[in-house]
């Protein structure tokens, strides 16, 4: 069965600070990683990862993918408190586009 | 262009009242899901519709059903609510194999 796990769970940050986020997963047919932020309301995109290695960047995000080791990274750096969400990851590998979603990190950045 | 919209934003049903939540996306996309979240869990598919005329089963779809009305409308229905459906309930559409979009969610309490 298809499974996307990611920790720490909730994590406490001071302004500043550089966090790294994890993801890993266990799937029979990979496809894709992606990365969301989730603000109180719906989850908003922030990257989709298809190859091992290859940075993805946007601004202070930034992730990469790593399919031998089946995991991805996000990192955040300079946190500010707007950076406070829950940050969901998710793997799609079947050919319905269909995506399997990870517990979520609950991020908070304190001023 | 407003993405994906969903109705009601909000609802508060009794035990065994029966209630459908619309949804409907404007992006002409292929793919269309439901997915609910609860506390700590993530986002977990209930059904999806990879096309047009085409609906399957995600990971938790016992005690709903779709119906995918058009390429642009996919709406989800509960026949008997359960207190254990007290949820929050999101659709998403997607160009099949990219991210997916999320709309505003509906906040469900089954009483």
């Known amino acids: 069965e298809d499974k996307v796990v990611q920790s720490p769970l909730s994590l406490v940050v001071h302004e500043g600070d550089t966090v790294t986020l994890n993801c890993s997963y266990e799937v029979t047919n990979f496809r894709s990683l992606l990365w969301y932020k989730q603000e109180k309301k719906a989850p908003t995109f922030l990257f989709m990862l298809t190859s091992s290695g290859i940075e993805k960047k946007s601004g202070r995000l930034s992730s990469i993918l790593d399919k031998k080791e089946l995991f991805s990274i996000l990192n955040i750096t300079a946190t500010q408190t707007g950076d406070s969400a829950v940050y969901l990851c998710a793997e799609g590998s079947s050919n319905t586009g269909k995506l399997i979603f990870g517990q979520g990190t609950t991020l908070q950045v304190k001023p | 262009n407003a993405g994906v919209t969903q109705t009601p934003k909000f609802q508060v049903l009794k035990t065994g009242q029966s209630m459908t939540l619309q949804c409907a996306q404007d992006?002409?996309?292929?793919?269309m899901y439901w997915y609910r979240q609860d506390p700590g869990m993530g986002l977990r598919l209930i059904y999806y519709s990879a096309s047009e005329g085409t609906t399957d089963k995600g990971e938790v779809p016992n005690g709903y059903n779709v119906s995918r009305l058009n390429k642009r409308e996919f709406s989800l229905r509960l026949e008997s609510a359960a207190p254990s459906q007290t949820s929050v309930y999101f659709c998403a559409s997607s160009a099949t194999f990219y991210e997916q979009y999320f709309g505003p969610g509906t906040r469900l309490t089954v009483t």
């Open positions: 992006m002409n996309h292929n793919s």
